[in-house]
């Protein structure tokens, strides 16, 4: 069989494979079942001589073969579905810009971009999706997205290690901050000193029990609190549950009875946010989606 036999519908699965990372999640995410999916991915790799997948007890990673294929069957499944846009009468989409951005980003950041953008270039259409790092990294390879919206902690590795490398640019590095009750008191002062974090309460995100928690303490925090959504962590500060952590971007959305206040003292824990894209020729749509959020990033 030669590679020219692929299916579309091949092509599509493999798409969602490389975007979700476990043929798990592809199969849900597509409506098939597992073994549906595992037939397809099989067939495109006859078709393509070589595997295209290297299966992994965390899911999957694509060989240097399947990386090849995507980039091909992004370009193709993308045609195909404008051109049946065209078939049908619909207008094309050549000012949509496909945005990812990560949890803390969507309370101040896009909102102030995207109103920004609309202002300046409202024919320029913008379609977003929240996600985890791997999630957003994985859906910019396989075409899915434009740009992504990455936060990046110390030592500041790259997002992935997959090749062509991605194509990052460094919108602002700032200091984490906390954010503590308005009646603690840590809040009378104007910073927080290191050593007052010792024995604190803190609110943290499910996946990780660092995720909220002050990274430089010496000593293993007290989770009192998980949840992933930064407006209910920010209510139980508000409500005296415990403390968390926030980027500086996130202090205008606060609601009230909190401060946000920097920490001295110990190592410092810097921030950054990336925009990531595929290395290549940038359109003009995105370029201006760029700036848009270049500027709301250096916004005070």
Request: aromatic share 4%; proline share 11%.
């Given at each position: 069989m030669a590679f020219t036999d692929a299916s579309l519908t091949a092509l599509r699965v493999f798409r969602e494979v490389a975007e979700h990372g476990t043929l798990t999640a592809a199969a849900t995410a597509l409506g098939y079942t597992q073994s549906a999916v595992s037939r397809q991915i099989a067939a495109l790799e006859r078709a393509a001589g070589a595997p295209l997948?290297?299966?992994?007890?965390?899911?999957?990673?694509?060989?240097?073969?399947g990386r090849i294929v995507l980039r091909r069957a992004a370009a193709v499944v993308d045609q195909v579905d404008?051109?049946?846009?065209?078939?049908?009468?619909?207008?094309?989409?050549?000012?949509?810009?496909?945005?990812?951005?990560?949890?803390?980003?969507?309370?101040?950041?896009?909102?102030?971009?995207?109103?920004?953008?609309r202002r300046a270039h409202p024919e320029i259409t913008v379609t977003t999706r929240e996600g985890s790092t791997p999630a957003l990294v994985r859906a910019l390879r396989a075409g899915a997205l434009d740009?992504?919206?990455?936060?990046?902690?110390?030592?500041?590795?790259?997002?992935?290690?997959?090749?062509?490398?991605?194509?990052?640019?460094?919108l602002t590095e700032r200091a984490l901050r906390v954010a503590v009750p308005a009646a603690h008191p840590l809040a009378r002062g104007d910073y927080i000193d290191v050593a007052d974090l010792h024995g604190q309460r803190w609110i943290a995100s499910p996946e990780s029990t660092g995720m909220g928690a002050w990274p430089g303490l010496d000593e293993r925090p007290e989770i009192a609190h998980t949840a992933r959504d930064w407006l209910a962590k920010l209510t139980l500060v508000a409500a005296g549950c415990g403390l968390t952590t926030v980027p500086v971007m996130l202090a205008p959305a606060v609601p009230e009875g909190i401060r946000v206040l920097p920490v001295r003292g110990g190592p410092q824990e810097q921030r950054r946010l990336i925009l990531a894209r595929l290395p290549g020729p940038t359109p003009e749509p995105v370029a201006r989606l760029a700036q848009a959020l270049r500027r709301a990033a250096l916004s005070p």
């Open positions: 997948l290297e299966r992994r007890h965390d899911g999957v990673r694509l060989t240097s073969a404008a051109g049946a846009r065209e078939l049908a009468g619909l207008p094309g989409e050549p000012g949509t810009v496909r945005l990812g951005w990560f949890a803390s980003a969507g309370a101040v950041l896009l909102p102030r971009a995207l109103a920004d953008l740009l992504a919206l990455l936060g990046s902690a110390p030592p500041f590795r790259p997002p992935d290690a997959e090749t062509p490398a991605l194509d990052l640019r460094i």
